[in-house]
């Protein structure tokens, strides 16, 4: 099956910085999003994302499909982005979303 | 904006006991799906379903089923739950066309 892989797994900003999360897949797909899991386990549609640019705020993220990564945009970071942050895809020929192992982000004050 | 709930935030249930997890969504969403999280395994995909009536076994169907009567609601049937169910439930939906996935809140489920 596809391969999902995100990076940093782990990630401690101070509250007003900027970070760059990756998502690198093996293979070529019709969907990709960015998902911000909160404290209480509700998973946030960020982006839907399969190719090109988009924008939300202090939030952006970008995929270039051909070359198989996506990367989100955080900037002047708040506490009340700290959470879990998943890409998650699928694959050109099936219907199934498969998550990478996220990013722990934590915003401190 | 697509609505999934999900019937209970937190349950508790004893083991052996037949669990019902239902999920609903309001925008006719054709495919609806059933994951659980867990610490160090990540989301894993139960079932789900493309239609009314239909299913699929995901990764990992052992113990559970399923059932969709109705185009709007999903529900998940632990048939005699165990203490390994003990878990994050997520229930997802999306359009037949191409388009992102919607979760609901989700179900932590502890069975004693």
């Known amino acids: 099956g596809i391969q999902v892989e995100q990076s940093p797994p782990d990630l401690i900003l101070q509250e007003g910085a900027n970070s760059t999360l990756r998502c690198n897949f093996s293979?070529?797909?019709?969907?990709l999003q960015w998902f911000h899991q909160n404290p209480w386990g509700q998973l946030i549609n960020l982006f839907y994302?399969?190719?090109g640019t988009k924008q939300n705020g202090r939030l952006s993220a970008t995929t270039v499909a051909t070359e198989r990564y996506s990367l989100l945009y955080i900037s002047s970071s708040q506490t009340t982005d700290s959470g879990v942050y998943f890409c998650?895809?699928?694959?050109?020929?099936?219907?199934?979303?498969?998550f990478g192992e996220g990013t722990q982000l934590t915003v401190n004050p | 904006d697509v609505k999934v709930t999900q019937s209970s935030r937190y349950l508790v249930k004893r083991t052996g006991e037949k669990v019902f997890l239902e999920c609903v969504q309001d925008?006719?969403?054709?495919?609806m799906f059933w994951y659980r999280q867990d610490p160090g395994l990540g989301l894993r995909l139960i079932y789900f379903?493309?239609?009314?009536?239909?299913?699929e076994k995901g990764d990992i169907p052992e113990g559970y089923s399923v059932s969709r009567e109705k185009k709007e609601r999903f529900s998940l049937i632990l048939e005699s739950a165990s203490t390994n169910q003990t878990s994050m439930y997520l229930c997802?939906?999306?359009?037949?066309?191409?388009?992102?996935?919607?979760f609901g809140s989700g179900t932590r489920l502890t069975v004693v």
């Open positions: 997802a939906s999306r359009p037949r066309v191409a388009y992102g996935y919607t």
């Open positions: 293979d070529s797909v019709n969907n």
């Open positions: 994302i399969p190719s």
């Open positions: 998650a895809v699928v694959v050109i020929s099936g219907s199934r979303l498969t």
């Open positions: 925008m006719d969403h054709e495919n």
């Open positions: 379903s493309y239609d009314v009536k239909m299913k």
